[in-house]
């Protein structure tokens, strides 16, 4: 059999941000990877892997991302065929953007496409979040979901699956500042603490809540006071060098929010378009780094739409 290739791009996404860690997460318009693949007679093919990071990704359909997330699209959809896949990373592995998320959501709507479409977006999710139970030290989908769906994405619940997407506010713009440092997920999945108190709970369910509503309503001083985490980030702070002074840096510049992305390294902020464009944020955090001796590569950006064929 020798099908059409079948190109898609699926961007970084920033998850937990702030209270909602393993339920919040957002689309971004770049970087993304670009997944190929087309129909085989049988058997999943990783034929090439380029781009930032290629050399630290299997090859090994079972180990990577995209090759989990789209066997289990075929099998959930009953697929008498199998897949060669290319896959061009746009987002450097261990970098706190989604760059497994990326790869995972990317394969699975590849071969969603290729099966017909025949599943609902909640099972697409799945599908990669599946990939990243493998890869990434446990079930989440909170960059998956964003990848896949667009805008800002708050999973309801893993069991029964249910993910509810809120397009963000128009003039909500993002910083991402990525300093030269990996953190694997896995490796920030183990410091976590295995119980919260209540009195963090509490201070969990109002930030978060209010978060949401703060997405929906376009309201981005309230999104940026509810961008709070008394848990997850404290327990990784040490994994990420002057996480904190960059954050204080952003703030100081009129970031609205500056918080760790996902697993980090990457130091998010949000900002106000309205108000700036962003980039007194990103120099000011660029230099603090170069201050200290380190390198960190920044870029302003925008929410952006998720998964799309290219
Ligand atoms: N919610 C996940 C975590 C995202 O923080 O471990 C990882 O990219």
Known sequence: MSEKWVRVAAPATISNIGPGFD?????LTEPFDVIEGRKTDS????????????????R??????VGIAAEAVLKKCG????????????IRPCSGIGSSGASAAGGAF????????KLSSNEVVMCGAMAEDVTSGGLH????APCILGGFTMIRSYEPFEVIRIEPPKNLGVVVAMPDVM???????????????????VFHAGNASCLAYGMEIGDIELIGR???????????????PHLKEAESVARSLGAKAAFLGGSGPCVISFFNKNESDGTSIASGIGKMYESKGMKCETWVTNWGAGCRRV
């Not at 065929?81 to 290319?86: A, N, Q, R, S, T």
């Not at 989908?141 to 998956?144: G, S």
């Open 23 to 27: 339920i919040f997460g957002m689309a």
């Open 79 to 90: 697929a008498d065929f199998g897949l060669e896949l290319k896959i061009k990373k746009g």
């Open 141 to 144: 989908a909170d960059n998956v």
């Open 226 to 240: 509810s961008v709070k985490d008394a848990v997850f980030e404290p327990a990784r702070t040490h994994l990420v």
């Open 43 to 58: 058997g999943i093919v990783i034929s090439e892997i380029t781009g930032p990071g290629a050399e630290t990704i299997p």
């Open 60 to 65: 090994d359909p079972k180990k990577n991302s």
């Open 183 to 201: 953190v694997s997920t896995k490796e920030a999945r183990a410091v976590l603490p295995t119980e919260v108190k209540v009195k963090d709970l």
């Open 110 to 117: 590849l071969a969603h496409i290729l099966c017909g479409e």
